[in-house]
Structure formats: structure tokens, C-alpha cells
């Protein structure tokens, strides 16, 4: 059985998420942020050696990152659901969606997050970082053009792995100007899977 180490406010709430549209028993180990420093309890090393959420284990496999658990519980569990066909070119369109988000999308965010606390000093990289932002979500926005999904008509594990990205855009403002991207989210946030997994993880917000 497959068990999820789960951290409050973090990318372990899209595996959770996930878990839920499979289907599949699953066990929910909790974990809690410390309320002064925000940061993810020592006991979390023991299952991932950094210290981070999401990590998973099923038998003996253990997974720290978040692609790579879309793609293994997609592909172990997914009895060919959440995925394009093997071998196909969409296939391999999916699995860069899995990449893309963590590999590229999420930096320039992340940078704007830390230098959001850099006041005046951050001057010189912020417009870069923002131009950066901005390429990311119209690449996004128009790749979903007018589908309901990334990948077309159809939910992949691709939507669930992109989410973090659009949650952590729509907590710092940079949505209001991609209506397609915010209405997606929307989306992904009405699924009954989705609202099932805010139930078990507990109260989830971005950027805090």
C-alpha cells in the first residue's frame, strides 16, 4: 500500500489530490510546519533525507519527487487512466509537462517569493524575474488555448502536476491577467478528487 508523507501547505497536497482521483488505499502520514520558523519538521528526514514533502513509500520504493510520483502512481495505478498511450508522441508531451513545472516554471516564482523579501535591494533582478513569470504563463495559457485540460480533453497526471504552479501564481497576484489559466484552476479545484484530498489534508494556502 502506498504511503504518503504529507506536510501541510505544501506540493505533497496535489499527490494527495492524486491519490484521490486513483482510487487506490492509500495511508496518510502527517506531517506539521513549525509555527514560528515554517519549516518542515526534522522527523520528515527520515523518509526523505532533505527534510521535504511530498515523499511516498510502497514497499520498498521510496519517492521524494514530485514528477516522479505523478509518473510512478500514474503508470503502477493509473490502469492506463491520467496518462496519453505509451510510446505515443503525447506521451512524451505529458511526461515534459511533468518536468516543465518544477524544471522551469516554478523558479522564476520561487525567485520572486524570496526577493518579495528583499524590499528596495531587489530592484535590479525584478524586472528579469517578473519577464520570466510572464513567458511562463502565456506559454501556458496558450498551450491550453480552449481545452478543459493541458493535454486536451482528457485529466492527466499533468494537470495535477501543473497545479502548484498556477496556485503559487494566483497567491502572488500574477493570474489576474491569464482569465484562461485562472478559470483552469477553477477546474481542477471543483473535481470531487480535489476536494476530497482539502478534506483529508487539512486547510491548504500558498504563500504563507
Request: proline content about 6%; hydrophobic content about 40%; cysteine-free.
Given at each position: ?95 515534459e509537462w511533468l518536468h ?83 478559470a483552469y484552476l477553477d ?22
Amino acid at each position: 500500500m502506498v504511503t504518503l508523507h504529507h506536510l501541510n501547505n505544501s506540493r505533497s497536497q496535489r499527490i494527495l489530490w492524486l491519490l484521490e482521483e486513483l482510487g487506490e488505499p492509500y495511508e496518510l502520514v502527517r506531517y506539521q510546519r513549525d509555527p514560528v520558523t515554517n519549516l518542515a519538521p526534522p522527523e520528515l528526514k527520515a523518509v526523505n533525507p532533505l527534510g521535504k514533502s511530498p515523499a511516498i513509500t510502497d514497499g520498498t520504493v521510496r519517492i521524494a519527487e514530485s514528477g516522479a510520483i505523478v509518473d510512478y502512481l500514474v503508470e503502477r495505478y493509473g490502469g492506463g487512466r491520467f496518462q496519453p498511450p505509451a510510446k505515443s508522441d503525447a506521451h512524451l508531451v505529458y511526461l515534459e509537462w511533468l518536468h516543465y513545472a518544477e524544471g522551469s516554471a516554478m523558479l522564476p516564482l520561487m525567485l520572486a517569493f524570496y526577493l518579495m523579501r528583499l524590499g528596495d535591494a531587489a530592484a535590479p533582478l525584478t524586472p528579469r524575474v517578473n519577464g520570466e513569470i510572464e513567458n511562463n504563463l502565456t506559454y501556458m495559457a496558450n498551450t491550453l488555448g480552449s481545452s478543459d485540460f493541458l493535454m486536451g480533453a482528457d485529466f492527466t497526471g499533468a494537470d495535477v502536476q501543473i497545479s502548484f504552479v498556477l496556485e503559487m501564481a494566483r497567491a502572488m497576484g500574477r493570474l489576474n491577467a491569464f482569465p484562461s489559466l485562472s478559470a483552469y484552476l477553477d477546474r481542477l479545484h471543483a473535481r470531487p478528487a480535489y476536494q476530497r484530498a482539502i478534506e483529508k489534508g487539512g486547510v491548504y494556502t500558498i504563500g504563507q
